[in-house]
DNA sequence: GCTTGACCTCAAGTCGACTTGAACTCGTAG
DNA sequence: CTACGAGTTCAAGTCGACTTGAGGTCAAGC
């Protein structure tokens, strides 16, 4: 396969083409040359797009995939700091699979006020945010993994 | 318990003041008055505050938050939307643990190349990501929890 | 040779969730 | 009665990950 252009890596990437750019000023891909002005990626970059995806899929930051990506392979990274990853990964799963409890208990729960029901408060307890204490978590964002929701509201919501 | 100025209630959950008038203004909390210019809190805040917390580490946007709250219990939100909620979660969850395994597999696996090792690929594919599509997932950030630690160690709930 | 349109650069804008800073107001201790 | 310091307001700044817009370039088709 021959050195593809940027809307080709977009087409076939889904990955827009300003994007592209983007990531290859932040250093996470490279183009190989150039054909006038515009640039020319070897198809490997395909490879290495997917594993940023996977990255950001599992909510690390675009640095923190930099520092995991070898210019071509994957894990310069030692194992420790993979396998630390992928602990942290794992709290995070317990937090989510803990709130997710709580939520489906509250779907179906039918004390008046949640934090009187012990089912409530023990998955409360287990996600983690301490008993009232608030952990800062931080900005996450369980987006629509539905990619093709992601439409533009304006109407929607008609919140209480 | 009588009243509580904003210092205390910042001291009792670790939110700043400052958040908690940004969340006062965006209508996640109320105080119950002044005393002089300075805000008098209910009790109950704490509760509420635990309550948002908890969304917030389940990666919800304050603005899905407060869709869920009443104005001093759980869940006005019909009980669908709270499953669906749930669902959503059940989704990352998924997402989330097939890349810890990928990471994991990482840190073990003597391929050169992940990509030519058909566990990690098996990963990817997993992860939700598409074959070599790029969900956009959003800017999560699975930062450090580990506020209190988890010596229960959470069994529960059998993800797939 | 000229137009076209995809691609380019660089600066600025956006979004969510807060934080920070400047300028001001009070209740209270001395 | 005055000073102090904790609280207040409002505007602006920050951070990460992009997107958008204006204005410029160039290979290719007519």
Redesign the pocket.
Known sequence: MKDM???EVSRRTGV????L??YEEKGLIASVGR?????LFDPAVLERLALIALG?AGGF???EISAMLTPDGLPQMDRERLAAKADELDRTIQRLTAIREALRHAARCPAPRPMECPTFRRAVRLAGTGRFEVAPIG?FKAEAVSVTRRKRKTDDVSLA
Chains 1, 2 share one sequence.
């Open positions: 252009d940027i809307a827009p083409a300003s994007t750019r983007y054909r006038g002005l515009r640039r950001r930051a675009l640095d900005p």
